[in-house]
Nanobody
Framework: QVQLVESGGGLVQAGGSLRLSCAAS????????MGWFRQAPGKEREFVAG????????FYADSVKGRFTISRDNAKNTVYLQMNSLKPEDTAVYYC?????????????????WGQGTQVTVSS
C-alpha cells in the first residue's frame, strides 16, 4: 500500500510558476514509476508527465512539454512537478499517481495508487 499526498497548488497569474510536490509513504517508493495527471472542470482526467523508478527517463504531454518538469527524490520519497509559464488552460486539480508497472505510460489504468489532488488555478 502506498499513500500519496500532493501539495503546492494555489492561485497564480498567467506566466507564473508553481512547484507541486507529492510525498509518498508506505512501501518502497523507488519501486514505483510515478505520474502526474490533471482534471479540469467538465473534462476528463488527462496525463501530464511521468517518470521512471530511477528518475532516469521521463515524458510529457505535448501541452506541457517545455514548460513543466517532473523529477523525483527517492531519498525523500517525493516526486515534483515544476510548472513554468503557466496558462489559464493549465487550471485543474492535479493528481500524482504511483504505478508498480515498469512502464506505466500515459494511461491512468496502469497506475495503482492516487493522491487526493491539489488545485491549481491560473488567472489571465
Amino acid at each position: 500500500q502506498v499513500q500519496l499526498v500532493e501539495s503546492g497548488g494555489g492561485l497564480v497569474q498567467a506566466g507564473g510558476s508553481l512547484r507541486l510536490s507529492c510525498a509518498a509513504s508506505g512501501r518502497s517508493f523507488s519501486s514505483y514509476a510515478m505520474g502526474w495527471f490533471r482534471q479540469a472542470p467538465g473534462k476528463e482526467r488527462e496525463f501530464v508527465a511521468g517518470i521512471s523508478r530511477s528518475g532516469g527517463s521521463y515524458f510529457y504531454a505535448d501541452s506541457v512539454k517545455g514548460r513543466f518538469t517532473i523529477s523525483r527524490d527517492n531519498a525523500k520519497n517525493t516526486v515534483y512537478l515544476q510548472m513554468n509559464s503557466l496558462k489559464p488552460e493549465d487550471t485543474a486539480v492535479y493528481y500524482c499517481a504511483a504505478s508498480s508497472k515498469i512502464t506505466a505510460g500515459i494511461w491512468g489504468y496502469n497506475y495503482d495508487y492516487w493522491g487526493q489532488g491539489t488545485q491549481v488555478t491560473v488567472s489571465s
